[in-house]
């Protein structure tokens, strides 16, 4: 039930590109992107609404497929600063409040 | 400072024993989340309350419990606390009931359960 994303972990050189993905085996109806840095709190980075555009944050963009029920987070020109742990998150299907994470994809991002 | 206000930052407990958590939503936001994150399972949804009422259940043990008061802070209260539930628990506040305009997460309790 749990979304998985894949990869699990990526380790980038500052300024190259990243995807990471995040599918599930039911309906979505909203995806929630988050970024965690080890420590600290998720930030909410953005959310992904069925029939709603393509989102950005800064450099960082995403995309929801509601057929693939997937949803693609892009880190272009990545920065140091990208380092962390990404989720998803969503609520399973229209009309229901049950919310679940991801399982996680760590980003590391060198000099 | 994120707005959303979390206290303790840190406890340390015996099993057995039962602790509240505490948390104080930003301004102006009506929702409230619990989630749980631990080394093996990840970020794990709780509850959410929504002005005062209970909107959504995840996997909250019957152990666990929470409320919001009348003034938006909500309370989680963990009893016969064991070894397993040491995690850090984190509260999250949105404006609306589906967070359509994102979370605003607070900085975290880390409970440790001796």
């Known amino acids: 039930q749990q979304p998985v994303q894949s990869p699990q972990a990526v380790i980038l050189r500052e300024g190259e590109d990243a995807v990471i993905n995040c599918s599930s085996s039911k309906a979505l109806y909203s995806v929630h992107w988050y970024r965690q840095k080890h420590g600290e709190a998720p930030v909410f980075l953005m959310i992904l609404l069925k029939g709603g555009e393509q989102m950005r944050h800064e450099k960082i963009s995403a995309s929801f497929n509601e057929k693939k029920q997937q949803s693609s987070l892009y880190l272009t020109a990545s920065q140091l600063s990208y380092s962390g742990t990404y989720f998803c998150?969503?609520?399973?299907?229209?009309?229901?409040?049950?919310?679940?994470f991801g399982t996680g994809t760590r980003l590391k991002v060198l000099a | 400072d994120s707005g959303v206000t979390q206290t303790p930052k840190h406890l340390i407990t015996a099993t057995g024993q039962r602790v509240t958590l505490r948390c104080s939503p930003r301004s102006g936001d009506l929702s409230v989340y619990w989630y749980q994150q631990s080394l093996d399972q990840g970020l794990q949804f709780l509850i959410q309350?929504?002005?005062?009422?209970?909107?959504a259940k995840g996997n909250i043990l019957e152990r666990f419990s929470a409320q919001q008061f009348p003034d938006l802070h909500s309370e989680l209260n963990l009893s016969s606390l064991e070894l397993g539930d040491s995690a850090l628990y984190f509260c999250?506040?949105?404006?609306?009931?589906?967070?359509?305009?994102?979370?605003?997460f607070g900085s975290g309790t880390r409970l440790t359960v001796v």
């Open positions: 309350y929504y002005n005062g009422e209970e909107r």
């Open positions: 999250a506040s949105s404006v609306g009931g589906q967070a359509n305009y994102g979370y605003t």
């Open positions: 998150g969503t609520y399973l299907t229209s009309g229901t409040y049950k919310y679940i």
